[in-house]
Structure formats: C-alpha cells, structure tokens
C-alpha cells in the first residue's frame, strides 16, 4: 500500500502562481508514474500531468506550457508548479502514482483560481 498526501493549495489570483507537493510513503519500492489529476465542479476528473521513473514528462493540453512536474524520487516527492493560473484552472487537484500493484490516489487539495 501507498498512501498520498498533497499540499500546497489555496485562493490565488489570475495570473499568478502556486505550487502543488505530494510525497508519497508506505511501500514505495518501485513508483512508475506519478501523476496529477484535477476535477472541476461538475466536470470530470481530467489528467494534468504525468511523470515516469525515467523522467518523462506529459501534459494535458490545457497546460500550453503554464504547468510543470518534477519528482523527487529518492524521498518519494512529485511537485506540481503551476504558473498563469486562470479560474478555469480552478478545482481539486489529486496526486496518483502507479506501480506494480496499482494506482493509489492522495485525497485533493484545492487550487481556487479567482480575484
């Protein structure tokens, strides 16, 4: 089992800049992939990100640059730096990671995006 846990959410304003941490603990022999998800009212969960053992990264389109992951495997970090934010980037943001056993999933963190 792997447990989650996400901070570094909150109110900012347009245009501004927040950055998201997840460190995961329990069994975190092998991690894959590490990933951030986020789920607006009334939407569907949609993958921000993703970052593999290996350090490739992937994003979801909405990001246009503004986003990047980063993972600090040895002590079991994956960050979340979000830049020109905009209240579309507005919801819960979850922290996933995958290894052989599974997917498991920290519990959100909320990121509100508005002046």
């Known amino acids: 089992q792997v447990q989650l846990v996400e901070s570094g959410g909150g109110l900012v304003q347009p245009g501004g800049s927040l950055r998201l941490s997840c460190v995961a603990s329990?069994?975190?022999?092998s991690l894959w992939y590490m990933r951030w998800y986020r789920q607006a009212p009334g939407k569907e969960r949609e993958?921000?990100?993703?970052?593999?053992?290996?350090?490739?990264?992937s994003y979801g389109d909405f990001v246009k640059g503004r986003f990047t992951i980063s993972r600090d495997s040895a002590k079991n970090w994956v960050y979340l730096q979000m830049n020109s934010l905009n209240p579309e980037d507005t919801g819960v943001y979850y922290c996933?990671?995958?290894?052989?056993?599974?997917?498991?999933w920290g519990q959100g963190t909320q990121v509100t995006v508005s002046s």
């Open positions: 329990g069994s975190t022999f």
């Open positions: 996933n990671v995958e290894d052989y056993a599974g997917q498991y």
């Open positions: 993958l921000v990100a993703v970052i593999a053992s290996g350090g490739s990264t």
